[in-house]
């Protein structure tokens, strides 16, 4: 039987819109201020003229896509998958599926120069665009990592936050700078560890951040950690957190706002980075839990709900558009750029839900 039009309209534009259920907004507001952030980064890296890196917007803008983007991010995913009761075994395999993914989106968001450099117009090495560590291979690997972990008892998945100085000092130890093109295991190695050009999210020191999301989503109800607990652990948390902050700013602001210092920073910027989440988590639950939710917070969640395929999306679209205008937008532009390439990615991303669904009923 086919599903009415007035039917079909309302799958549409139900697509469109945040489903709360018995979901936790704060972690999917938190994704969906994650995936903006990372999106204005591309952009700003991609589209804006040389040189917009070193001015005070560019600056902001290579922030915004530092700590409150993938790091907030991975501690999301890493939360979500301490509160999961699913066996190690789906850890595994959705983990597998993710670095594949990881992957095939490589050649997606490239594929336009891939094209290029297959016709020899551009000179360029394909496989380290094609085996780029960026994010979803890291996700895949820090689920495995967290699958493993499960087996472990209790009392030992309690010891994790002692393992921040253990991955930064590995993070150090291992660093990858023989960075030859065309060799196998150059590739690979990347995934693990820095500073090739193309590994951007390596497992070490990053795996640290979902690690620490799955250690909070285990032992507390909440990702804000000045929610509950006595008033003197919040006092003391909040005056530790603040202190390193104030503290280290100074010293590894230049390593935030530099890309190859951020994707491959050490212990110092790391503590940097858990201070300014934990804060900055627990001042957007404060709003939340002040405010109604309205169509703003909604829609963000909604991006935070959805947010592997607008993530997916987004970067199709700005990957294959960099090639042909890279590096040549000044500020107006990239704003311009900046909300047709949302509005685009919202779309897409509400039609394949909607078709999806629809997909089911006629199944």
Known sequence: MKPKLTNLYKIFTDAFVYKAGDRDLLPDFLKGLAVIFMIQVHIAELFLYNGFEYTYGGMISLFLGGPPAAPLFM??????????KRPSGYFFRRGLLLIVGGILLNIALNFHLLIKISSGQILLDPYSYIFGADILPLAGF??????????????????????????????????????????????LSAFFAGKCYWSYFPYFPWVIYPLMGFFVGQFRGNLDLFMTGQK?????LLLLTSFVLIYLSPSVWSKLVELDSYYYHSLLPGLWIFSFLFIFIGI?????????????????????????????????????????IFRTQNEGEGAISFLIILLITVVFTGTYLALKKIKLLFA
């Open 75 to 84: 501690m999301v995913m890493g939360f979500y998958a301490g509160r999961s």
């Open 284 to 324: 957007i639950n404060k709003i939340l839990n002040k405010i109604k939710p309205g169509k703003t917070v909604k829609f963000i969640s909604w991006l935070g709900q959805n947010v592997t395929i607008v993530y997916v999306i987004q970067w199709v679209i700005i990957g294959n558009t960099a090639t042909a």
């Open 232 to 236: 003197y652990f919040k006092l003391l």
């Open 142 to 187: 820090s689920l495995i990592t967290i699958g493993v972990l499960r087996y472990f008892p209790r009392g030992i998945r309690m010891l994790i936050p002692f393992l921040i100085l253990p991955v930064f000092y590995a993070a150090s130890a291992i660093e990858n700078t023989n960075c030859v093109e065309g060799e196998i295991s150059t590739y």
